[in-house]
Nanobody, 126 residues
């Protein structure tokens, strides 16, 4: 069974940092691109960041570029999202998702992704 399990969310003050983890199982890790999406109340789910199957090509939403960093630990089949200088507008449920890496493009359409985690809550306070 394919499983993606997010962790690392929580409550943090604006300007602080969090590191999210996505532990994957049931997929061939080095053939899938992994992305982070987020969804705030009343808003549509949006792409945040993506890393290629080779883990050498990354993409970021303009709203987080320069503040967030996506990375992989191949030995642990885990993807991380380091979030720095957090803002209140970063508050959302963050989801890890995976797709077969057939393109180098930064894919932002949620329907293109095959597997999803349950999400982890990130709340940024003033």
């Amino acid at each position: 069974e394919v499983q993606l399990v997010e962790s690392g969310g929580g409550l943090v003050q604006a300007g602080g940092s969090l590191r999210l983890s996505c532990a994957t199982s049931g997929i061939t890790f080095d053939t899938y691109a992994i992305a982070w999406f987020r969804q705030a109340p009343g808003k549509e789910r949006e792409a945040v960041s993506r890393i290629s199957s080779s883990h050498g090509i990354t993409g970021y939403a303009d709203s987080v570029n320069g503040r967030f960093t996506i990375s992989c630990d191949n030995a642990k089949n885990t993807v991380y999202l380091q979030m720095n200088r957090l803002k209140t507008e970063d508050t959302a449920v963050y989801y890890c998702t995976a797709m077969v890496d057939w393109t180098i493009a930064y894919v932002t359409a949620d329907y293109e992704y095959d597997y999803w985690g349950q999400g982890t809550q990130v709340t940024v306070s003033l």
